[in-house]
């Protein structure tokens, strides 16, 4: 008897899985829109010309590679404060807020997982139905119990924003709330300004803890317009805990590059609660990979840089709405009756298109058109050639 004779396979990751099933499909006419990846008009990934020009710049002063510090390279540290929170904002200028550099958005929800854990293992943690799959997957795996809140109405096409609040309100003091900042995965209903003032009013009424994850911050409104949730909650005068992700805005994925910010009540506690952080990453993997934070650095920190950033990322969320508007006319174009004009009040790289299982699996089989059992799809994964070809198939199996 070996020790794994008994180790059962796991089961495959369903985007992943779709994934290899798109790279196996020999039609050359095939579309992947299962990937949470933004791709060019081309369909290619973007190197972002202010990453190369920082690269270039950080490759002409070349430095040794060292050991960063456990909490992440200083100036990261603190541009990621200064896009999040505002550099001139009170919480950021009084030092409330603790940051450590994290392995993309996913590592930063890991880091805030583990250190709520150890402050109250019996909280529970409260996601969006639906939601990013991992997210119930990385906090039950931290040791939480994990339910849902409503969210999605798929009737009304939208946000139960009702159902939302009530679902908030029956929680228990202290349960965690995992929220998404903008461009809600996998739906693409995000909430009114209105809508979060109400959240925000629950969740301090209520004294639960927001844990809001920024994966798409600037795929949205726009760079701050994303940010406005996040300060709702700061102005609320609440510990708010923000997951924040370079993978998208800076196509970055490989590179890993995410942060976690805590917002405490003073410097004081900001400092222990940093030290509590640093516990977290030091006997998980030590300290941060360089690179890709020197990188963001670089950008953030230089002001041609970050004005040429700003650019690129406008183009990419201008190129993502002109798809939606673009999907929208297809569709009506390829002859399909039901108004499907919420696909434009979408926000971010996703819309929940309302189409079945048995419609996905039949753009699948017949149509080499990949996208979740869900309904969901990536429209930044569409081009100007995939298109038509794209909402013919939609058509069909309408
Ligand atoms: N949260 C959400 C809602 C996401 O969609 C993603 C990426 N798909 C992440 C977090 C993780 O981002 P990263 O790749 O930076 O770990």
Redesign the pocket.
């Known amino acids: 008897m070996t020790l794994f004779a008994h180790v059962e396979m796991a089961p495959r990751d369903p985007i992943l899985g779709l994934n290899e099933q798109f790279a196996a499909d020999p039609r050359p006419t095939k579309v992947n829109l299962g990937v949470?990846v933004y791709y060019d008009d081309n369909g290619k990934l973007p190197l972002l010309q202010c990453v190369q020009q920082a690269e270039a710049q950080l490759m002409a002063q070349p430095v040794p590679r060292g050991y960063l510090p456990i909490d992440g390279l200083p100036a990261y540290d603190n541009a990621v404060k200064a896009l999040v929170f505002g550099a001139d904002s009170d919480v950021v200028r009084s030092g409330r807020v603790a940051t450590v550099q994290a392995l993309?958005?996913?590592?930063a929800?890991k880091i805030g997982a583990d250190f709520l854990r150890k402050l109250n293992p019996n909280a529970q943690v409260l996601i969006s139905d639906p939601s990013?799959e991992?997210h119930r997957a990385l906090f039950s795996n931290a040791g939480f119990a994990v339910a849902t809140y409503a969210y999605y109405d798929a009737a009304a096409r939208g946000v139960n924003v009702d159902g939302m609040l009530a679902s908030l309100r029956a929680a228990a003091p202290g349960t965690i709330v995992v929220l998404?900042a903008c461009c809600h995965?996998p739906t693409g209903y995000d909430l009114t300004p209105e809508q979060w003032d109400a959240v925000v009013a629950v969740v301090r009424e209520r004294g639960l803890v927001p844990f809001l994850?920024m994966?798409y911050q600037g795929f949205g409104h726009g760079i701050a317009e994303d940010g406005a949730a996040v300060r709702k909650f700061v102005e609320a005068g609440l510990d708010v805990f923000v997951?924040t992700?370079f993978?998208k805005s800076f196509s970055l994925?490989g590179e890993?590059v995410?942060a976690l910010s805590v917002v405490c009540a003073d410097k004081d506690e900001a400092e222990r609660v940093l030290s509590q952080l640093k516990i977290v990453v030091r006997t998980n993997y030590s300290n941060p990979p360089t690179h890709g934070a020197a990188v963001v650095a670089k950008v953030l920190g230089t002001p041609e840089l970050r004005a040429l950033w700003e650019q690129e990322l406008g183009a990419m969320r201008t190129r993502i709405k002109a798809m939606r508007e673009q999907l929208v006319t297809g569709l009506q174009a390829a002859g399909v009756q039901r108004d499907m004009s919420f696909i434009t009040r979408q926000m971010g790289m996703f819309s929940y298109s309302g189409l079945t299982k048995e419609q996905m699996q039949r753009l699948r089989s017949e149509f080499g058109v990949y996208g979740t059992d869900t309904g969901r799809m990536c429209v930044a994964a569409l081009n100007s050639r995939n298109i038509d070809y794209v909402c013919k198939a939609i058509a069909a199996v309408l």
């Open positions: 949470g993309g958005g996913t590592g929800l990013w991992n998404h995965n994850d994966a997951a992700s993978s994925y890993r995410g």
